[in-house]
């Protein structure tokens, strides 16, 4: 009779184990489709202590950093060496599902660009959103609009950059080159 019961628990056990997909449930992959192409954000030097990073996120996740100008955090104007370089990889699926839900949030055709915001001596940050076969261009100073929980989920990739390191020197799309090639319907009116 005791051996009954086990050999029926042991075959009820199997039976369980054999549904479940252990993939499924101790995967961490990105799950859901991208919202996006790829997202390039660059940050400009200002005349303090501004960090300059150079991001590239694909849709698969696959990321390429530059931290070209970064300064210790103990100390203003003090350069942190250990810090600045290039890095590629993968990027972590936290990050990866925070940047891709708030794009949900935030879509690309939300994103204007305005000219009059870039003025004075502040960091010029720059936006590229390419989504659908489209390219979103968005540089600001101040005022990021609907785009500031995108800009804090791009600053914090960059700040708590966990790639890495690559003797590679990466290439980015530069935003000043640019601008020229932004249709003049991408542009804010004055």
């Known amino acids: 009779m005791f051996l009954k019961y086990i050999s029926l628990f042991s075959i009820l ?5 054999c549904g479940q997909n252990p993939a499924a449930s101790t995967s961490t992959e990105q799950s859901a489709p991208p919202v996006f192409d790829s997202v390039v954000f ?4 200002c ?8 991001l590239q996120v694909n849709g698969d996740g696959q990321t390429k950093f530059h931290a070209e100008v970064v300064y210790q955090k103990d100390s203003l104007f003090k350069k942190d060496s250990t810090r600045i370089g290039y890095y590629e ?3 972590s699926d936290s990050l990866f599902n925070q940047l891709q839900t708030t794009l949900t ?3 690309a055709d ?7 915001d870039n003025c004075c001596d502040g960091v010029l940050k720059t936006i590229i ?4 076969g489209k390219r979103k261009f968005l540089r600001y100073m101040f005022n990021p609009g609907k785009a500031e929980e995108l800009s804090k989920v791009l600053y914090r990739i960059c700040e708590e950059n966990q790639l890495p390191k690559t003797d590679k020197k990466l290439e980015f799309e530069n ?3 640019n601008e020229a090639k932004v249709p003049v319907e991408e542009k804010a009116k004055p």
């Open 105 to 107: 949030a935030t879509p």
């Open 13 to 17: 056990a199997m039976v369980i184990s």
């Open 110 to 116: 939300s994103l204007v660009y305005n000219p009059q």
């Open 42 to 45: 660059h940050t400009s030097m």
């Open 129 to 132: 959103v390419y989504q659908k």
């Open 89 to 91: 990889g993968k990027l």
């Open 175 to 177: 935003p000043v080159e």
């Open 47 to 54: 005349f303090g202590a501004c960090p300059v990073y150079h």
